[in-house]
């Protein structure tokens, strides 16, 4: 089933800085697990992103970023030219010209009317772009709490900014309605490469298992319109079979108490971190 794109979102709830949710969108958000929303960015705003996002996913940085410039569908050490769904994470800590832009200022006044309960602020970010007639950078099927240490509260929501249009031929995300109820997380395994047996030294990616009547749907999005999750929704999305780039821009929010937990664990998102999985995971 295709999502229809919400029709009353739109340019009109921007004011100033701010862009104003629903009553409806945020109990969706908590009831479903995600919402769509349209024309958050103006094309104008966009433009002063872009440069910084090809800056990035071209290598530029690469040199001081170690894992944190990857393909999220194939092992580290994959060669650059080779890399189909390209990954950098953190860019605002290696160019802190690029911290408080104006997505930064939109997103947290968003998650600030989501996350009722508390304070929440940026967690991490990321830029992830999936070159043009790569039918294998997929993002594989997971919930984003089977990437991340156990905390006490796991309260997340994530925002993905379509820098380009995206749609089901180059690879927008879908998920699994419903998921973000269950009650527990579902066992989340490291992809394996070449028949052998998965890794997280080998490769960041975690996949889940997922049934083959469960209903799927697809979330496609305008450039400066943007899809928000929570940290359970089993989620993913397909290669890219366009003859086009698909760029999003991810930010995540959650409880500063949270970031201060994960932190004194030493986790900061950094695919460079040296944790110790075996005893901090789910
Ligand atoms: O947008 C995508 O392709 C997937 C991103 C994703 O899975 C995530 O942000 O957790």
């Known amino acids: 089933m295709l999502r ?24 969706q958000y908590h009831e479903q697990g995600y919402i769509v929303i349209n024309d958050v960015l103006t094309e104008e705003e966009l433009q002063v992103i872009d440069p910084w996002f090809d800056h990035f996913v071209s290598g530029a940085e690469a040199d001081q970023m170690g ?21 950098a994470m953190l860019p605002s800590h ?9 997505y930064h200022r939109i997103s947290q006044n968003i998650a600030n009317q989501l996350y009722q309960a508390g304070d929440c602020a940026m967690d991490y970010e990321q830029f992830l772009a999936k070159k043009p007639n790569k039918e294998a950078a997929e993002f594989a099927m997971h919930q984003d709490l089977g990437y991340w ?19 089901l031929i180059n690879g927008c995300l879908h998920l699994i309605p419903g998921t973000n109820k269950e009650d527990q997380l579902r066992k989340h395994v490291p992809k394996s490469y070449n028949n ?24 496609p999005v305008r450039r400066g319109s943007m899809t928000i999750h929570d940290e359970r929704i089993v ?33 900061t998102h950094s695919h460079n971190d040296e944790v110790n999985w075996s005893e901090i995971i789910h």
Not at 4 to 27: K, M
Not at 152 to 167: E, R
Not at 197 to 217: A, C, K, N, Y
């Open 4 to 27: 229809v794109e919400n029709t009353t979102s739109g340019h009109h709830r921007r004011d100033g800085e701010n862009y104003l949710l629903t009553p409806e969108e945020i109990a």
């Open 67 to 87: 894992r944190d410039f990857c393909d999220m569908s194939q092992p580290y050490g994959t060669p650059m030219e080779e890399f189909q769904l390209v990954n």
């Open 94 to 102: 290696y160019r802190p010209e690029i911290a408080d832009n104006i």
């Open 149 to 167: 240490p156990k905390t006490k509260n796991t309260w997340t929501a994530t925002f993905s900014l379509a820098l380009t249009n995206s749609d």
């Open 196 to 219: 052998g047996d998965g890794s997280r030294d080998d490769s960041h990616t975690l996949v889940i298992e997922t049934h083959p009547d469960e209903q799927i749907i697809y979330l």
């Open 235 to 267: 989620h993913g999305s397909g290669g890219n079979q366009s003859d086009t780039w698909r760029k999003t821009y991810i930010i995540a929010y959650r409880d500063v108490e949270t970031i201060a937990e994960e932190r004194a664990l030493g986790f």
